[in-house]
């Protein structure tokens, strides 16, 4: 069994470069390539969450109240975190630091996407490459959410000079 301090090390470096890779690929070529088909599962953040961000200048009302029970952007995004903890499920019983970091790091993505569509003025503050996302005029690109590293190694880090 891998000791304590190397699987924290592999879960922070895991759920920060693969799950920022992750992020961007999902970002990029599921919610919005898929996403842009309208009868697509994934067109819910097409054509609500962004719709949503585009009229409120970032907010979107589906974050503001936690019911489990509407089918929302906000529920199919908790959904598809759910599925990536269960698909790492059986990690937990080898290496539980491991998939423990890596389920902090879901959970730190989700509070923060939640928090920038609550809190606009949060998130261009501390999440600028996604309000450039959302508020750049269907930018195409800026997919990262939680960090922009990816986004500048793979050269889609796109400034919006409006929003300065």
Not at 12 to 35: F, P, R
Not at 137 to 162: A, E, H, Q
Request: aromatic fraction near 16%.
């Amino acid at each position: 069994m891998l000791s304590v301090a190397v699987q924290f090390i592999l879960g922070l470096a895991y759920a920060n470069a693969g799950a920022n890779a992750g992020e961007w690929l999902m970002h990029k070529y599921i919610l919005h390539g898929l996403g842009r088909n309208r009868h697509s599962f994934w067109a819910y953040h097409w054509y609500e969450h962004h719709a949503a961000c585009t009229q409120n200048a970032m907010l979107d009302p589906g974050y503001q109240s936690m019911n489990l029970t509407t089918w929302n952007p906000q529920t199919k995004e908790l959904a598809v975190l759910i599925s990536i903890v269960l698909l790492h499920a059986p990690l937990l019983i080898m290496f539980p630091l491991f998939a423990g970091t890596l389920y902090a790091s879901l959970m730190f993505y989700y509070y923060k996407h939640r928090k920038a569509h609550l809190d606009p003025a949060w998130a261009k503050r501390h999440l600028r490459w996604h309000c450039d996302h959302h508020l750049g005029g269907n930018s195409p690109g800026n997919w990262c959410v939680t960090w922009p590293w990816f986004d500048y190694l793979m050269g889609t880090r796109i400034k919006n000079k409006t929003l300065e």
